[in-house]
């Protein structure tokens, strides 16, 4: 179990992560706007960094997530939520409930095909099912040339943790293969400035420390990073993950 310290970490990254999907968020509730939308889920919703958007209010929130302290810290974002502990696998609702059920940075790590059947099964029919953001590793671009192993070295690590790097690209056919109708699939842009945000930078390395841990000794880790910052600091750093969404209606 986290804690305090992790806990902090953890939600300041979800938030961070938070933020890369906030126009995916805005550009979801306007094309699914017309439709009766009352209850949504998030199924994995961490600390509450996504569900506590405010462009949620006018929805009943619900919130499910395998980490009680996660949950701890989203019910004190959100004390009127409805939040449980539980998985992705066996949702404790019952069938047909929400009007739109979403995760986000969720199916790289889980089964995803087991996942989707209980999505669907607790999305009531003509309601919405997103994957709000699901990055492909596999598509990372790294420059300068010697920072390309970085991405390779990554996609080991996670692949060791159980995750799927190559998720994002496998979105389209994992919605169209679950018989959803309707199915929109898009990457997130990006822009890139320098000097970079320091604090965000920081928040990044601290993350890809605890995935790269597993397969490199510390000074290794510290090698790259360094090489990073410095080509960050010259101003040619290109660091691009596309990171995919998509939504889809139930039948």
Known sequence: MPNNVDLLFWHQRFLTQAGWSAQIRQHLLKEIGNHSIRRILEVGCGTGAVLSDSIWEPYL??????????????????????????????????????????????????????????????????????????????????????????????????????????????????FSNSGLINLHIGVFGAYWKYPPDLEITSSEWLGLRLDLQSILPAEDIDHWQALDLNAWEKGERVLFVPTFFAYAQKP
């Open 61 to 174: 929130r619900y919130g499910l997530d395998i980490q009680f302290s996660f949950l701890s810290h989203a019910k004190h974002l959100l004390p009127s939520s409805h939040l449980c502990q539980g998985d992705g696998y066996n949702l404790p609702f019952a069938a047909n409930t929400f009007d739109l059920c979403y995760t986000h940075y969720f199916f790289l790590w889980v089964n995803p095909a087991h996942v989707m059947r209980e999505l669907m099964r607790v999305t009531r029919p003509g309601g919405f099912i997103a994957a709000l953001a699901e990055p492909d590793y596999g598509g990372r671009i790294d420059y300068p040339s010697p920072l390309e192993k970085l991405g390779q070295l990554q996609i080991t690590a996670i692949q060791k943790a159980g995750g799927d790097p190559f998720i994002g690209r496998k979105l389209a056919s994992l």
